[in-house]
Every structure is written in C-alpha cells, then in structure tokens.
C-alpha cells in the first residue's frame, strides 16, 4: 500500500504557484520523499526528492517539515503544460527503493488559462 | 537529464499474437530496469524486476512464461508479451535505475497495447 496521502485533484491558475501537499506520516529514517509527474499517456517523469532538507532544481522546490510527516511540492509559475498527475512517494536509496517504488493515485493537478 | 526510450509507443495486434516493446537507457548504464503496467485510469502497478545477465523478478500474479523479460546488455530491457489477448490491453512502462546507491529512476515514455 502506498505510504503517503495525497489530495485527489487541484486547480491552480496560470502563472501562479501550485503547491501540492502530501502526508506521510509513517516515513522511516531512512526513507526518501519522491515527487514524479505523468502527463496523460506518457511515462513518469521525475521531479525532485528530498530527504530532510528543504530541495530546489530547475522544476520545483521541495519543502519537507521538520518532523519529516509531511512535504509540499510548489512549482513556483504554472504553465499548462504541467497539468498532469502528480505522485508522491516514500521509498529508500538504491536498488531496493526503486523496485519497492508503489505509486498511490496521486494528485491530478489541473493549470486554467 | 537521463533519457530512457521505448519502442514501439504504440501497437496494434490480433489475439493471439506476441508482441516485443524495447526499453533502452540513451545516456547512461542501468543494470536494473523495471516494467510496469497502467490500466486506465488507475495508478502503475510493478510487473517485474529485470537485471542484466541475470533471470528476471516477478511480482506475485505476474505469469513469468505470459511475459518474457530479457536484459541482455546494460542499455536494453525487452518485454515479449506473448500469445496476446485483449485482456493484455495496457500502457506498459519501463524504467532504468542510475546508479545503485542513488537509486534515481528515470521512466520510458510508455508503449501501448491494443490487443483486437
């Protein structure tokens, strides 16, 4: 079972920031915070991941609270062309977090015009 | 970023029919790679393990013999779907994991099975 709770749907507006919450308040030490997106018909793509510490790439940032239970993904000036479903998922490093990897259903983020 | 390709994106088969889907990592080596199944509307669902030179890993439920996995180098993965019926009807993805201690995973862009 997924490890991590996630609105079903959001709207945002475009050009303002979405951010997308999730809960996972049963995550180990050791594990990850995951964030991956697919747009309709196409494979995941990877977002960022974070394991305490607050994360920022090109894509998006990556705020995790302090007791780790829960996160926020915020990409900070929506295009329509991130309208997809967003998945958050916990899972340890290497080879044994990648096979363990269980997408929930994920939060189905819709950018309006 | 690290790019994973498949092939064919799509494809058509009468039942009955085997079909093979190509998963290659472009950029990078991945001795692991991963094959999941999405029906409509519902979430990925893990097939199978794939390791280079080594048997695959099934996940419970998934018929070893229904759905070949060889990994013969370090940049493909093949998925043979075989004696296809309508049931098989699914996007199946795969993915590449870089690098064992980092575990970044990076995903194809899907192939879908239509299976008449």
């Known amino acids: 079972d997924a490890k991590t709770t996630q609105p079903p749907s959001m709207d945002c507006a475009e050009g303002r920031a979405a951010n997308l919450p999730c809960n996972h308040s049963t995550i180990s030490g050791n594990e990850y915070v995951y964030w991956y997106r697919q747009i309709h018909s196409q494979g995941p793509q990877y977002i960022i991941h974070g394991l305490k510490n607050n994360e920022t790439n090109e894509m998006a940032s990556l705020i995790i609270t302090e007791d780790r239970k829960s996160s926020t993904l915020i990409l900070p000036h929506a295009t329509l062309r991130d309208t997809a479903v967003y998945y958050c998922?916990?899972?340890?490093?290497?080879?044994?977090?990648?096979?363990?990897?269980?997408f929930g259903q994920g939060t189905r983020l819709t950018i309006n015009p | 970023g690290a790019v994973v390709s498949q092939h064919p994106s799509w494809v058509i088969c009468k039942s009955g029919t085997s079909v093979k889907i190509e998963c290659r990592s472009l950029?990078?080596?991945?001795?692991?790679m991963f094959w999941y199944r999405q029906f409509p509307k519902q979430s990925l669902m893990l097939m199978a393990t794939?390791?280079?030179?080594?048997?695959?890993?099934?996940e419970q439920g998934v018929e070893k013999d229904k759905f070949l996995i060889n990994h013969a180098s370090l940049t493909l993965s093949t998925l043979t779907v075989t004696s296809a019926h309508p049931e098989d009807s699914s996007f199946y993805i795969c993915s590449a994991l870089r690098g064992p201690h980092t575990g970044e995973l990076f995903f194809g862009e899907g192939s879908r099975l239509t299976v008449l």
């Open positions: 794939s390791n280079e030179g080594s048997k695959a890993t099934y």
């Open positions: 950029d990078f080596q991945a001795t692991t």
């Open positions: 998922i916990v899972r340890v490093g290497g080879v044994q977090g990648a096979q363990k990897l269980v």
